[in-house]
Nanobody, 115 residues
Framework: QVQLVESGGGLVQAGGSLRLSCAASGRIFSINVMGWYRQAPGKQRELVAT???????IYANSVKGRFTISRDNAKNTVYLQMNSLKPEDTAVYYC?????????WGQGTQVTVSS
């Protein structure tokens, strides 16, 4: 089994910053892709950012230049540094990892940005 534990969410004013962390544990040999997704009320879950084992990144257009994804392979941990937060960034943020042939999801952490 693989477990993902997220932390770092909370309430912040617009323009502020938060850093999310997600640590994976369990029967993990090698993690391919690690990433973050989010789901706002009434909306579908959407990709925020992903990073491959080789360091390649993908960002949603809405967060480019404001969010930075990073990972520590030795700790099986992925981070999301979120700067210049906007009210529209309010959502539940989920981390996800790809450990072939399966994908695993965290339980989600709430991020609320007040205007």
């Amino acid at each position: 089994q693989v477990q993902l534990v997220e932390s770092g969410g909370g309430l912040v004013q617009a323009g502020g910053s938060l850093r999310l962390s997600c640590a994976a544990s369990g029967r993990i040999f090698s993690i391919n892709v690690m990433g973050w997704y989010r789901q706002a009320p009434g909306k579908q879950r959407e990709l925020v950012a992903t990073m491959s084992s080789g360091g390649s990144t993908i960002y949603a257009n809405s967060v480019k230049g404001r969010f930075t994804i990073s990972r520590d392979n030795a700790k099986n941990t992925v981070y999301l540094q979120m700067n210049s937060l906007k009210p529209e960034d309010t959502a539940v943020y989920y981390c996800a990892i790809s450990v072939a042939p399966d994908n695993y999801w965290g339980q989600g952490t709430q991020v609320t940005v007040s205007s």
